[in-house]
């Protein structure tokens, strides 16, 4: 059983109203792929729920009321310099059409997402602040502040002061919301210092002040808002990438905040395996890795959701796409497809299909091609009729010219010469016979796959090998001794110029 339906079938034995299942990004800068595989796991452990019964609900939360800690690699530290420490979501965004900075990536990744199907209910955690869900359970926090302290010492070994207050102040007088330290809680205000040195990556004003910690004038730290979103939102499933999961880490914590403060039940937990690229964590804030985007220009929705799904979520995903990653994944999504279509979604591969598919529409029977022969046919002049005439074929052309582009191994390129190439001179006697033969013959109707079977008697009858037989034509056409299927490439081409091309030996 796929581990998905694992889950779901666990999950439905808890006969709750309702399971809730819910992921989370803080939109702080162009969101990497790797977040794109928590939202995909989510999603799989979703349908799976629906899919066995279970009345569920998937929501995505952004986490934009979070401070800017870093500046992303791609913004102008003269323009965006300034606001390190503030709320995302008071941040001017950096293009025109959105509301802050955190729309404007949090929309761009949200456009991925839902192109791949997963289209969860979107959850902004500024509104859940200003419209006051997070009250109760801010309130309970700040009056258990001593029992949160004595939680981060038995999880994390971390000392933390007797004023030490779980609660973040949105400066009244400079606006950051990183810098800003609560001292005191009284029952219905925090007194709070903007401290210049509370932080390495930016500095405070200085200011002192009280304020009500409801209604959006702060946030919790967010281990401890983690717990609280989860009572707040009615979250009975989330996991989080194993670096949260690991013991003594934030999951810890913020379980034991939910549990011992709040009194509401951890969500069921799921650590799940990195997304890495070229064998490198990502990171969001520091720019490093693909983006979400950037992967989603390279790949089509259902092979770049067919990436994540067939990867058990314990298992990491390094994602390079130089080299013949790509072809396989295609391959690998055909062959699964085909699985599907003869027996149907009771086995993994076929479900691993289905699950793969962005709708409930039925799937489209795989493509009989494999990739690498469509990147050889769009490289190919006489073959664009044939991969016109078929839709999905036409599809897979638009992805091989992106591989040839921009990952292919330089093996997997060719170029017809318009003039006779020079590497000609390495042809035998016997090499030169054989392209005469061919030209004498061109006139007959051919079917490409008898007269790759006819060449390779020819060449057999002139006592060349294989490999000298199919050079010959290489050399001759392309200028190098490796190519595509010959007959095909041969077949492709103006009937007149391979004559006067094999006949100039």
């Known amino acids: 059983m796929f581990w998905a339906d694992q889950i ?10 309702l399971e809730r299942v819910d992921d ?25 729920l629906v899919d066995a019964g279970v009345k569920a609900k998937y929501t995505y939360v ?12 791609t913004l102008s530290a003269e323009k965006f310099g ?28 949200k ?14 955690t500024s509104h859940l602040y200003k419209s006051g869900k997070m009250d109760q359970g801010i309130k309970k926090c700040l009056d258990n502040a001593s029992r949160i302290r004595k939680i981060y010492k038995k999880i994390a070994g971390a000392d933390l002061a007797s004023d030490w207050y779980p609660f973040n102040v949105i400066c009244q007088n400079c606006g950051k919301v990183g810098t800003t330290k609560v001292y005191n809680w009284d029952g219905k205000k925090v007194s709070y210092k903007c401290l210049p040195d509370y932080v390495k990556w930016v500095q405070g004003c200085g200011f002192e002040g009280k304020i009500s910690p409801f209604g959006g004038t702060g946030k919790l730290p967010w281990k401890v808002e983690w717990a609280v979103k989860w009572q707040a939102i009615g979250v009975t499933a989330e996991g989080a990438g194993k670096d949260h999961m690991s013991k003594g880490g934030s999951h810890d914590i913020a379980s034991a905040v939910c549990q011992q403060v709040l009194n509401y039940p951890v969500p069921y937990p799921l650590a799940y395996e990195w997304f890495l690229a070229r064998g490198t964590k990502m990171s969001t804030s520091r720019g490093v890795g693909i983006s979400a985007q950037e992967i989603s220009e390279i790949l089509p929705p259902e092979i770049l959701r067919f990436l994540m799904v067939r990867t058990n979520f314990r298992q990491a995903i390094n994602f390079d796409p130089g080299g013949e990653t790509i072809p396989d ?64 074929l036409a599809k897979r052309a638009k992805y091989g010219k992106i591989w040839l582009e921009r990952f292919a191994p330089d093996e997997e390129k060719f170029e017809v010469k318009e003039e006779l190439p020079r590497a000609v001179g390495k042809l035998t006697p016997s090499q030169r016979q054989l392209l005469v033969k061919i030209a004498n013959e061109l006139d007959k109707k051919w079917e490409a796959e008898k007269f790759q079977n006819t060449i390779y008697q020819w060449g057999k009858e002139l006592g060349l090998t294989s490999a000298q037989t199919f050079q010959a034509i290489y050399l001759s056409l392309l200028g190098k001794d490796h190519g595509p299927k010959a007959a095909w490439l041969i077949l492709s081409l103006d009937k007149e110029f391979i004559k006067k091309r094999f006949k100039q030996q």
Request: with cysteine.
């Open 8 to 17: 779901a079938e666990k999950l439905k034995e808890r006969k709750l109203p």
């Open 24 to 48: 989370m990004k803080t939109p702080s800068g162009k969101i990497h792929v790797g977040a794109l595989r928590g939202v995909i796991i989510h999603d799989l452990i979703f349908r799976a």
């Open 62 to 73: 952004f986490d934009d009321h979070d401070p800017m800690d870093a500046l992303p690699a």
């Open 82 to 109: 300034k606001y390190l420490g503030f709320p995302l979501n008071t941040i001017p965004s950096p293009k025109p059409g959105f509301a802050s900075f955190a729309e404007f990536y949090a929309l761009e990744f």
């Open 111 to 124: 456009e991925v997402f839902n192109k791949l199907g997963a289209k969860p209910e979107i959850i902004w």
């Open 329 to 392: 994944l295609f391959d690998e999504y055909d062959r699964c497809g085909k699985e599907f279509f003869e027996k149907g979604k009771e086995g993994d591969f076929g479900r691993i299909f289905e699950l793969s598919q962005i709708n409930s529409k039925k799937p489209e029977k795989p493509v009989a091609v494999r990739f690498c022969q469509i990147a050889q046919w769009v490289q190919m002049p006489n073959m664009r009729q044939k991969i016109e005439k078929d839709p999905l």
